[in-house]
């Protein structure tokens, strides 16, 4: 043994010599522009000379306000390093580590600044949301493979990035009324966002095809308004799969995605529809219609006469549901759908046209216009906001309400003129569920023709609109609706890029965007696609490579 012990240690110290490295070998290194493919791109940055090396001696520095985020990046950077990335309050060693704080002299609330250099980096916020996207800076300054595995010598380039925001509403949306999807696909949903710094997600959560949240007092709207009896098979509407189709999420597995989400400082806004897309909440509660029953949970899709009465009892039901809903979602925005609302049951139902004679309004129109403002009322005294589809307007819009603009770009200058907040999602920009290419061979989408590079091109605030009225325009949303969209893979398909794009559009400042820019660094995004798992779209890609062959011959 003794004479076995002085080998063993020659072996460690050849062995240590071989794999350890030094920060400081690292401080003159050259770095290249891929290095710092950084989307959104931020408002200012300065890259420079030297990469911090993540060794085993490497560890957080933070205060007790920055303890989830410290703990994100700990956990990212011991899943590329390989190391057990620690964090500390402590301040005593200082030398060679990543300092979290927050900096009230920062101005805007999401702002961030980001430092590193070979010794040290430094992310400092003006909030922890702010902190958490100079983290989600520095995940992108890292290679698209350290991601879900060990990166030999994770080296991080120097740069100073100054970075904030351009809108508040950084939004995405996921229908699950017509297809729904598991828990863990919802949260690498969410983790999909935050890797964007989006800050909404709007949760599509009941429709004509299927109510997909559980409410504990009215228990028949997952014990039938979740199930349909068919699906029609794709574009036939005189087809039917005749498969059973249902399920919805617990409250729960709501309330685990809702933290999950809060975690990444995404809000989640719930949407329940109304006065229409109401039958499968009919088919359940066939009391709460204008007497046209019986309904049956939808098969088709499309737009449907039946709609909610607007009665005292239906009054009750919702107001009912939304409180549950609002103890589930701390969101301040509650969504309550507001589209799409044939007018004709209550244009022929004497309980609909007393409630006009008594309210002394015009029409329907202004029927809807009082349902919305009675929910609206309701939701205000409960410290919540409305958001509902440009058809709000109609009627007369409630006092408080916030637009989300679909159909175009027009109802959301009128909404902004009238000095209401605005959020803009028009079909013709920021629909997801359109083609992304006229390939023959795509994959089913609902119509439309939307490529990455018409989503990059939108500018939320219109032109015109004046400076005081652009103030209304809150930012951007895309949206994924899916009659057409029945896996997780598609749904992925359908986003990314696009995605991408929008999260250019809702941070960046439009004099800074560059379609050349982003297509290069979208290059290097794809690889991070590849590594997280993502099934993307590629005619953006394969269009870029065609175009770069063309120009060299």
Same mark, same amino acid.
């Given at each position: ?18 794999? %350890? ?35 085993? &001696?490497?560890? $957080? ?59 040290? $980096? ?124 249902? %399920? ?28 229409g897309h109401a039958t499968a909440a009919l088919a ?53 759908? %507001? ?42 005294? &409960? ?101 057409? $969209? ?42 991070r696609y590849e590594a997280l798992g993502y099934n ?18």
């Amino acid at each position: 043994m003794k004479n076995i012990l002085p080998f063993l240690l020659l072996l460690i110290m050849i062995s240590s010599c071989e794999t %350890g490295k030094s920060y400081t070998e690292f401080k003159d290194v050259e770095n290249t522009p891929e290095d710092y493919a950084i989307i959104p791109l931020p408002v200012n940055m300065n890259t420079a000379k030297g990469r911090f090396l993540v060794d085993d &001696n490497t560890h $957080i520095v933070t205060e007790d306000t920055l303890s989830k985020e410290a703990a994100f990046l700990a956990e990212m950077l011991s899943t590329a390093s390989g190391f057990k990335i620690e964090t500390t309050t402590s301040t005593e060693k200082n030398d060679h580590v990543i300092v979290l704080k927050l900096d009230s002299e920062i101005q805007e609330e999401e702002g961030y600044r980001l430092k590193v250099s070979f010794d040290q $980096i430094e992310i400092s916020g003006k909030t922890p949301q702010g902190v958490f996207y100079g983290i989600q800076s520095l995940r992108l300054l890292m290679p698209p493979s350290a991601e879900v595995g060990q990166v030999e010598s994770l080296t991080i380039p120097a740069v100073e990035i100054e970075d904030a925001p351009q809108f508040s509403y950084r939004g995405m949306h996921l229908d699950v009324g017509r297809h729904m999807f598991p828990v863990e696909f919802i949260k690498k949903y969410v983790d999909l966002l935050a890797l964007h710094k989006m800050n909404r997600f709007h949760w599509h959560l009941t429709e004509d095809q299927g109510w997909r949240i559980e409410i504990k007092k009215y228990p028949k709207l997952t014990e039938i308004g979740s199930v349909r009896k068919g699906t029609m098979v794709e574009k036939n509407w005189d087809e039917n799969d005749g498969k059973e189709y249902g %399920g919805f999420y617990t409250q729960e597995e709501v309330k685990e995605i809702v933290a999950y989400a809060a975690a990444r400082h995404i809000t989640i806004i719930p949407e329940i529809e109304m006065p229409g897309h109401a039958t499968a909440a009919l088919a359940a509660y066939p009391e709460l219609g204008n007497g046209t029953g019986p309904y049956e949970v939808e098969t088709k899709w499309g737009v449907f006469p039946t709609i909610f009465a607007p009665k005292e009892e239906t009054f009750e039901f919702l107001e009912d549901v939304l409180t549950e809903v609002m103890e589930l979602f701390p969101s301040e925005y509650i969504h309550i759908g %507001g589209d799409e609302a044939p007018k004709k049951e209550w244009e022929e139902s004497a309980q609909a046209q007393a409630v006009i004679k008594r309210e002394g309004l015009k029409d329907e129109h202004e029927l809807q216009s009082y349902f919305i403002q009675r929910i609206e009322k309701f939701l205000n005294e &409960n410290g919540r906001q409305i958001i509902g589809w440009d058809e709000i307007l109609e009627g007369g819009l409630a006092p408080n309400a916030t637009v989300m603009s679909w159909r175009g770009s027009k109802g959301g200058i009128e909404a902004a003129k009238q000095g209401h907040d605005v959020v803009m999602t028009p079909n013709d920009h920021l629909y997801f569920d359109y083609y992304q290419s006229k390939n023959e061979d795509e994959p089913l989408g609902i119509g439309g023709f939307v490529p990455v590079e018409k989503v990059y091109s939108f500018n939320p605030v219109p032109e015109e609109l004046s400076e005081e009225q652009a103030k209304h325009i809150l930012g951007a949303q895309a949206n994924l609706w899916t009659e057409y $969209i029945k896996t997780t893979d598609h749904v992925e398909y359908m986003v990314l890029p696009r995605l991408t794009a929008l999260s250019e559009v809702n941070w960046t400042p439009s004099a800074k965007k560059d379609w050349e820019g982003f297509l290069s660094r979208l290059e290097v995004m794809k690889e991070r696609y590849e590594a997280l798992g993502y099934n993307y779209a590629t005619h953006v890609f394969e269009e870029e490579q065609n175009l770069t062959e063309g120009k060299q011959q």
